[in-house]
Every structure is written in structure tokens, then in C-alpha cells.
RNA sequence: UGCCCGAUGGUGUAACGGUAGCACAGCAGACUCUGGAUCUGUUUGUCCUGGUUCGAAUCCAGGUCGGGCAGCCA
């Protein structure tokens, strides 16, 4: 399916594809919010990938499909974990994904922005909408004015949060060491015992969590927590630790912290700030919804609250994608960095030459359930192609060179043949390339002893030249091993493409590049990175990595190839599609995205 | 073991009490100056057992299987 085919940009009401874009409709249907505003709320402790993607395809799909915004926010809460480098490539990914789709309805703020505290039916409130390029002002906005949200933005507006729990008596300071709140947690089947220190009075509460932020008590020995039900089935309702001490500097409010808030208590509430309506998050989250309800439910908080969904992750066959996996492989080099082609990281895909509007309707096409799925590649692999298909540019080139000598071809003559640019595509026009008595053709497109279905070059045996003529094979040479090295051919001189007999019928048609014309580049071919399909199902997963997942070719590719633009999407007639490749130099390198499906090749392994 | 969630062809999904559909994969054929693309046809499915109902993938009960949760990670 085309992307075009679900853009719902247009008039009339989309049509709701799953349960989370039913309740979305619902809410508006029914007026429980007037404007949808969804939030990606990544945490910059990684590089995103496909299944980041996903998320965003959902977060972004629903906000320009109803109307809404969606903010991209940092999750921002412990500063051990997060760095400025993840901060920026996140930005970029987000981006590049959304470009030209979704790029109006991305939630951004005033550079340096915080929370402002208005009065919301009387009572104090703290907000911080967002800025989109699809608002009327939004020429007031060149790009570097604006930046992603930071829940670290809100550590004030949080703190202020907290000491109002304290103060109504649902939050206290507990002086158990991380170990003691593990033990007294319980078990699942077992009620936790409550902390020592959990009545302490408001007052104390108070005055311990104001020097905890001024920074008198050392990392781990205190912290915030809600006072709920330490004998709640739900583990996450056993007072959760809503602060902790972690004297540690912190990539964007430097040391202006020493207690930072726990997931739990910063999600729900930057939602809040935000006035986000529909917070969604993937399945592992379900059992914090009811801690999610309960911090915004018992703080004084005028605004319509934020609903909590969640759906499956997505796992891909024959792909790692968990965050210590992929940084695993990066750090132990078993690829060459987080852009790594084969990587299913978005720089990765985006290097390999997969489009965003593949990576958009493939998210699309798997759907959104709480059904917990893995998800085969091919149907990634059919999106990559199905894109590509319709823009590459088509190229001849060849990978495994054998000469070919057309021997009632004139030497010194050149020809130039016309070829199409792109079948799919008219518009794309065409091109001359040339031709001479001396070709190269793909290895594997001449067999000696061919088995009977083969229907490319033969000895005695005829085949198409694409765009030129048809040659009949007189003759093979070999090297002293045995070896062929070159194959002597004859040409029907009328049968070039618009000739006298062009009409001809031969069963094959192959590729091929003017020997004396053609010019060298590297070919990175990349094939899965692994060799089953779960990789991480049990064990080490390093031990299913694919060995020919990369393999490095020399490549003979017609002249207009030198004009390969950055960017641009190329299909190399029969071989794949191919994009340039940031090492390129004086010697051009290209990675191949994605082989063109062979049949052939199945068929010939059956036999 | 306690709580929460889920289950529809090989895979991913739709059907919201009324003919089980779509996509991927597979297979077969047509077409083709890419063994690509395109087109046509086609194999395969409601976890189990009861119940409600004229009628159940859908509602109810019990079971089976799978996933998640006991970080001061997110």
C-alpha cells in the first residue's frame, strides 16, 4: 500500500485503524477534549530505532490525523544515564522521520522556556504549551528559537508538586537504604512492610526534604515517597520513591539539582504541564497506570488530566533491538557505530537508504495492539522495496565482472543507447549510455553447464542486452586453472532496441557495462545483521550474528553513476537498490539497501 | 505463587452480536528488453470447555497458553 493511501491529511474525519485512535475519536467526539496533543518523550540515553519509530508513527500519525500536536520531550531524569549527544541526534531522527508528513504538528517550545504559573478556575496552575509550525505565527518562530521540551525543565514545578503531597500527607522522607526499601517491598504474593519513617509529621517531611535538595545528605540515604498502600497487590502502589539524591551533574540543568525525580513522579505530572490528553507508552508501563492516576489525582490540579495507554512494543525477526544489545554491538565492534547500515537504528536505516515514507508505512501497515508480536522483517523488507520501487533511479552496474567480447563489433566504436530512468516513473525520463565491443557483464550471469530452468548467457546460448542488442555466446576463454575469464560473443546487429529484429524473443535479459566507459566504485552489500530469527530469544545473541551481513565488492558502474548525488535512491538493474555513501571520496561508495526479490535464486536452491 | 494484560491462517492485523476481510510470506498462472515491477487465481485461521442468544471471533464463567510487574532505570 502507498503511503498516500492512508493520508487522512485531507477532508473528512480519518478513519480510527486501532484501539487507541477509537479512543482519540471518542474523547473528541464526546468533547472530553477539545484538542488532541499526544507526546514522544524519549529518554537521550540512546540512539532511537525502528521501534522508536513506531511509537513516533503513532504519536505524530494521531496528532495530525485529529488535528493535535505532538511534543517531543526529553525524559530527562536521571542524570547518570543521559548525554548531549543523544539530546542532539534524537532531535535530528525525529526530524527526518517526520519530514514533510508530520513536521506540522511537532510540539516545540521558546528556547529556554519554562513552566509559567497561571491561574486556571482560580486555583495556581503551572503550564507550558507548545509552538508548531502549523501555528498562524509561526514566522515568529525561526527554527533555532525553538527546542524539544525537557522534563528537567520542570524540576521546580515537580519540587513544588511534591511538597504539596507532603503537606496533604501522601508523601514522606524515608531513611531506609536502598536495600532495606528492596526487602520491605515484599513479594507479589507477599504484603511489604511500611518504612520506618512513615509517620513522620508534615512538618519534619518538610523540613528533610528541603535539606535533601539543599544537598546535606549524602547519594542514597534518603528518599521522597508516596504514602500509599504497602500492601497493595499492585508493587508499584507500595510507596513508590518519588525522589532520590544523586549529587551528579545533569546535561541540561548542570548542578543546579542534587535530588531528581523518579519516572513515576515526573512522567505523569510533565504530561500535565504539557496538557497532554493521551499519554501513551508501551505495555511494560500498564501496572505504574494506577500510580500514573494517583499522583495527579491527589494534587490539587484544575486542568483536565492526562489518560495514560498502552500498546505492544514492536519486535522485528532476525533483529536486537533493547538498548544494551545495540550498544553492545556498537562498543564491541561488531559494527562500526550507532549509523552502522545494518543497525535497525534510525541513522542506521536512514544510512542504508531506507526512506522515512517506508519506515512511515511499514508502522503503518503492522497496525497498533496489546498483542505482544514479532513481527517479520519481510514485511519491512516489502515497505523498503515498495518505496524504492517507485523512486530509484535505475542504474546499470556490475559486481562480479567477466569480460564480454562482441566480436563482430568494430573496435574504437561507441554507441550510445538509450535507457529508461525509471519505469515506474516517466516523468523521470531517460538516458544515454554507452556502448562498446568490449563489456562486462555479472559473473553469474554466464553458466558453462547451466541446469535446464537458467535462462541467462550459454554456451551456444542467446541473451538480451538491456537497452542493446541480442548476443549469442561462440566462445569461452579460461585462465590456466580453468577459470572463465572472458566469453566471445556475436551480436544480431539488428536487434538493438528499435532495430529490424529487436522483436526477437530471447528467453534472458541481462546487465552490462562498457568496459573502456565504466568506472570503479566500492559496494558495500549488507545483508541481516543476524541469522535467525529471534536472536535474543535465550543465550548470546552475539554468537547468531551473521558473518556475511556486510560484504565489500568492486564494482563496475556506467559513467553517469559519477554524478550519484547524496540522498538520491538508485536501483542497479537486477542487482538492488543503492544509495552513496558518506566515505565517499574520489572513489565513490555505495551501500546497497536492499536486494531486489529473486525468485531465481529460491527456485534454484529448491532444485 | 499475587496483580495486570493478551490470544483470529506461517506472520502482522480487521471485523465493535448478523457472510471471518486485508497485508506480508507461500503456491500457481499471465505479462515483461530487470527471474524486478504489474496483474490474476489460490492453500491455510477465530486457544479450549461450557453458558447467554434466532444468531458469538465478539457477551458471560471456568480453564489453557503467552507476556508484563517486586530499580533510588525509563
Keep these: 500500500m502507498s503511503v498516500s493511501g492512508h493520508d487522512n491529511s485531507g477532508a473528512g474525519a480519518p478513519r480510527p485503524a486501532d484501539f487507541i485512535r477509537d479512543i482519540v475519536a471518542g474523547d473528541l467526539a464526546a468533547g472530553r ?3 488532541v496533543r499526544t507526546r514522544f518523550p524519549p529518554e537521550p540515553n540512546g540512539y532511537l530505532h525502528i521501534g522508536h519509530a513506531k511509537s513516533i508513527c503513532l504519536n505524530f500519525g494521531i496528532a495530525r490525523e485529529f488535528g493535535g500536536v505532538c511534543n517531543l520531550r526529553y525524559d530527562d531524569t536521571n542524570p547518570m544515564k543521559e548525554e548531549p549527544e543523544f539530546v542532539d541526534a534524537i532531535y535530528e531522527d525525529v526530524r527526518w522521520l517526520i519530514a514533510g508528513w508530520a513536521d506540522h504538528c511537532l510540539g516545540l517550545k521558546p528556547r529556554g522556556k519554562k513552566p509559567e504559573t497561571i491561574v486556571t478556575d482560580g486555583k495556581p496552575d503551572f503550564y507550558l504549551g507548545p509552538v508548531t509550525k502549523g501555528d498562524a505565527h509561526c514566522d515568529a518562530w525561526p527554527d533555532d528559537t525553538l527546542e524539544p521540551f525537557y522534563a528537567s525543565d520542570y524540576f521546580e514545578q515537580l519540587y513544588q508538586y511534591a511538597v504539596q503531597l507532603i503537606k496533604k500527607g501522601k508523601a514522606y522522607v524515608c531513611d531506609h537504604t536502598p536495600e532495606e526499601v528492596d526487602k520491605m517491598r515484599g513479594a507479589p504474593d507477599r504484603p511489604g512492610k511500611p518504612s520506618l519513617y512513615r509517620d513522620r509529621s508534615v512538618e519534619e517531611n518538610l523540613d528533610l526534604f528541603a535539606r535533601m535538595r539543599a544537598g546535606e545528605f549524602p547519594d542514597g540515604s534518603r528518599t521522597l515517597r508516596a504514602k500509599i498502600d504497602m500492601s497493595s497487590p499492585n508493587v508499584w502502589l507500595r510507596d513508590p520513591v518519588l525522589y532520590r539524591i544523586r549529587h551528579a551533574e545533569h546535561h541540561h540543568t548542570g548542578k543546579e539539582w542534587c535530588i531528581y525525580p523518579t519516572y513515576d513522579f515526573a512522567h505523569c505530572l510533565s504530561d500535565y504541564i504539557e496538557g497532554v490528553t493521551h499519554s501513551i507508552c508501551t505495555l511494560e508501563f500498564e501496572v505504574h497506570r494506577p500510580l500514573y492516576d494517583w499522583i495527579l489525582e491527589n494534587l490539587e490540579l484544575p486542568r483536565p488530566l492526562p489518560r495514560q495507554y498502552e500498546f505492544a ?3 522485528l525477526s532476525y533483529t536486537v533491538m533493547s538498548k544494551r544489545k545495540l550498544m553492545q554491538l556498537v562498543t564491541e565492534g561488531y559494527v562500526s557505530g550507532w549509523d552502522d547500515p545494518r543497525l535497525p537504528t534510525i541513522r542506521g536505516l536512514r544510512r542504508r537508504g531506507v526512506t522515512a515514507e ?4 511499514f508502522a503503518y501497515n503492522i497496525g497498533i495492539t496489546k498483542y505482544n508480536a514479532l513481527t517479520d522483517v519481510a514485511a519491512f523488507e516489502h515497505a523498503i522495496r515498495d518505496d524504492l520501487n517507485k523512486r530509484a533511479l535505475r542504474r546499470l552496474a556490475v559486481l562480479q565482472p ?9 573496435e574504437g566504436k561507441t554507441e550510445l543507447v538509450e535507457a529508461v530512468n525509471n519505469p515506474e516513473d516517466p516523468a523521470a525520463g531517460t538516458r544515454r549510455v554507452p556502448f562498446s565491443r568490449v563489456l562486462y557483464i555479472e559473473r553469474s550471469d554466464f553458466m558453462e553447464n547451466p541446469p535446464p530452468n537458467y535462462f541467462r548467457l550459454r554456451p551456444g546460448g542467446e541473451v538480451r542486452l538491456k537497452y542493446a542488442y541480442i548476443v549469442r555466446c561462440d566462445e569461452v576463454v579460461k585462465d590456466a586453472a580453468g577459470n572463465v575469464v572472458e566469453v566471445r560473443c556475436t551480436a544480431d546487429l539488428g536487434s538493438k532496441t528499435g532495430g529490424p ?5 530471447v528467453k534472458g535479459t541481462i546487465h552490462w557495462v562498457s568496459a573502456e566507459h565504466a568506472f ?9 545483521l543476524f541469522t535467525v530469527p529471534e536472536p535474543d530469544a535465550e543465550g548470546d545473541f552475539i554468537k547468531y550474528l551473521n558473518p556475511n551481513s ?3 565488492v568492486t564494482a563496475k558502474c556506467e559513467p553517469s553513476l559519477m554524478d550519484a548525488k547524496f540522498g538520491e535512491h538508485y536501483q542497479f538493474e537486477r542487482l538492488g537498490y543503492f544509495v552513496l555513501d558518506k566515505d565517499s571520496g574520489s572513489k565513490l561508495v555505495f551501500n546497497r539497501t536492499i536486494t531486489l526479490k529473486d525468485s531465481w535464486a529460491k527456485q534454484a536452491q529448491k532444485g
Excluded at 402 to 410: A, D, E, K, S
Excluded at 501 to 505: G, H, I, L, S
Design 313 to 315: 512494543r514492536l519486535n
Design 402 to 410: 567477466l569480460r564480454l567480447v562482441i566480436t563482430n563489433y568494430p
Design 358 to 361: 517506508a519506515i512511515r508505512a
Design 550 to 552: 556486510l560484504q565489500v
Design 33 to 35: 477534549c477539545k484538542r
Design 520 to 528: 570503479e566504485a566500492e559496494c558495500r552489500l549488507y545483508d541481516r
Design 501 to 505: 529484429t529487436a522483436a526477437r524473443k
